[in-house]
């Protein structure tokens, strides 16, 4: 979508994927693990790939921000412009070119990543080697500890050994259990209908009224008022549009899966349910709460939920989204909850990702449960 991103930014590559990441029901990671199974390569949709073979073509500028973001540049450290496009004052890239010697080191260093991944899977199973282990945001890695130190490695953190002495973590099923009372329990499962209103920010002052209608667990409407004009996504079942103007774009069965579950875990009261593979993974603290952490692991991605140790509700959950050279991440918090009508419902949701362009922050003012809602809300739009 024009309006939401400028064609010359490295994370816009097609236009229906920046017309996504305006209304977030899905964005720019939700797709990663239908896109590792279906579309093309890389190699085979991009000219002078070495090192990157075998990676979705959907993926590449997802790894690429994560690339940029571990060492603190921007896509111009390592790639040619070739100044502004007359006619649309887009930036011309120069994908392809070798001119660069900072490229050269790059596939070095990306060669050297998945060297390590590959010979050494026993010792980095839990933390993946990755830019970021050891750039840290810096073009140099930082090899020696500043000083002067305020700890020396022969001293234990004074509650350490206490925490892990005292703490009896509870089951999983009595971490869902609780959940689910605190949403609102048999309330929450028999809500049929919600309405959120409010407003959606981003930065560079991308600031908008959105309203969004859940009916059930497949039907989805998003309306964004922006300043270009009214764009809607329409999820119903296995099909969905994009709307804007006289423009309608019907997504893919995969598109409309996506959004689908982008919508469930976002904007109903019910956000995460037990499934086997999940596991208690410890404790660990979100903001000033202490949470209990839970865990499920894919050939495709690392979720983890981050359950409030005395509340019961979901605080946050982080996404590692795995690709051929390293994970990416995605987080999502959940605040300010309320009981709206016998549930408890977050009035506001923050989505941080790779590239802080991508993320959002939506506040809502007004959230109604169990209000009639017409199903032409969620009918196919007709083009004009």
Not at 4 to 18: A, G, H, P, Y
Not at 33 to 55: F, M, P
Request: net charge positive; hydrophobic share 35%.
């Amino acid at each position: 979508m024009p309006v939401e991103i400028s064609m010359n930014r490295f994370t816009c590559f097609i236009v229906f994927l920046s017309a996504i990441v305006c209304l977030a029901i899905t964005n720019r990671s939700s797709n990663v693990a239908s896109a590792s199974q279906v579309g093309n390569t890389v190699d085979q949709t991009r000219k002078n790939i070495q090192v990157l073979k075998g990676l979705p073509d959907s993926q590449l500028y997802l790894l690429m921000n994560s690339v940029a973001t571990s060492l603190g540049v921007d896509c111009s450290f390592c790639h040619v412009q070739q100044g502004k496009d007359p006619t649309t004052g887009t930036t011309k890239w120069v994908w392809e070119s070798d001119d660069k010697p900072q490229k050269q080191t790059a596939r070095r260093m990306m060669q050297m990543v998945l060297a390590i991944k590959a010979n050494n899977k026993v010792d980095f199973r839990e933390n993946e080697v990755t830019c970021y282990t050891c750039h840290r945001g810096q073009r140099k890695p930082i090899g020696l500890p500043s000083m002067p130190l305020t700890r020396s490695g022969h001293e234990t953190e004074p509650d350490e050994v206490a925490l892990s002495a005292s703490t009896i973590l509870p089951s999983l099923d009595q971490i869902f259990s609780k959940y689910f009372e605190a949403v609102g329990g048999i309330a929450a499962t028999n809500t049929r209908t919600l309405l959120l209103k409010g407003k959606r920010e981003a930065s560079q002052n991308r600031s908008w009224p959105n309203d969004i209608t859940v009916a059930g667990p497949d039907k989805f409407l998003l309306v964004a008022t922006t300043a270009g004009g009214t764009i809607r996504q329409i999820v119903n079942g296995d099909k969905g549009w994009t709307v804007n103007g006289t423009n309608v774009r019907t997504l893919t069965p995969a598109e409309a899966l996506d959004a689908r579950n982008r919508g469930n875990e976002l904007f109903t009261v019910v956000k995460v349910k037990p499934s086997q593979g999940m596991r208690l993974a410890g404790t660990q603290k979100v903001g000033e709460r202490e949470a209990y952490v839970v865990e499920n692991a894919t050939d495709t991605k690392t979720d983890r939920y981050y359950f409030d140790s005395q509340t019961g509700l979901l605080l946050r959950k982080i996404t590692l989204n795995k690709t051929l050279l390293m994970p990416f991440p995605e987080q999502v918090d959940f605040e300010d909850y309320r009981d709206v009508d016998g549930v408890k419902m977050p009035f506001i949701i923050r989505y941080s990702a790779i590239d802080t362009y991508d993320s959002w922050t939506r506040t809502f003012t007004e959230i109604k449960r169990n209000v009639v809602v017409e199903d032409t809300s969620f009918a196919i739009p007709s083009p004009k």
